[in-house]
C-alpha cells in the first residue's frame, strides 16, 4: 500500500534459537513472538516497552541488520530481507549505541557517512556544513570524536543518521544524554 511505510506481520525472533541445539539452551531468548505493526507514511510511531521488551530487536530488523526467523517485514513498500540493498537506500538509522568513528572528527565523520552512500566528496563536504550548522556543532568539527562530550556525540550520530534525507527514520532512543 502506498500509504504505508512500516508493514510487519507475525514476526518472530529468537536469539541463540538456531546454533542452540538444545531447546532449552539457557542463551535461548525469544525477543519478538508474532509482533504485527503497520505504520502510516508521513507518521511518527513510538514504540514504548521495558528494557529487555525487543524495541532495539524490532528496530535492528526494520533496519536490515538482523533477520527475523519469520513473518513478513516491509519498509518503504520493499521486503527486507529479499530487498535489503533497496530498504538501505531509503532509510537512516539512529542506533542505541553511537555507530561513529572515534578517531575522526565530527566532519570527516559526516564526510565518511556521506561518502558510503555514494555522495561525490564536494556534496559531501556540503552536507556535512549543513548538519554541523543544523547540530549547532560548527566549533567542534574538527576534534575527534572521542574528545567529544556524551551529547555531543548523540547529536552528531543524529546529524550522521540524516546525511542522506531518508525517506524513514529509525531512532532508538534518540534523547539519551540530550
Ligand atoms: N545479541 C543478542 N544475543 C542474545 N540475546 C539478545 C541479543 N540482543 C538482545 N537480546 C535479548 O533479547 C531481548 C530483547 O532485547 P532488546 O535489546 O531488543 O530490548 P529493548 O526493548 O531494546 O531494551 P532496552 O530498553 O533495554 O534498550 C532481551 O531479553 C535481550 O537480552
Ligand atoms: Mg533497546
Redesign the pocket.
Known sequence: MADTAISVEGVHKT??GRKAKDEKAK?K?K?LDGLDLRVARGTVHGVL????????????ILSTLLRPDSGRVEVAGYDVVADARAVRFRIGLLG?HAALDEELGGRQNLELFARLHHLGARRARVRADELLERFDLVDTGRKPVRAYSGGMRRRLDLAASLVTDPEILFL??PTTGL
Not at 516497552?49 to 535492528?60: D, E, F, H, M, S
Request: hydrophobic share 20%; net charge neutral.
Open positions: 536469539y541463540g542463551d531468548k525477543a516497552g521495558p528494557n529487555g521488551a525487543g524495541k532495539t530487536t524490532l528496530v535492528r542505541q532508538d532512543e
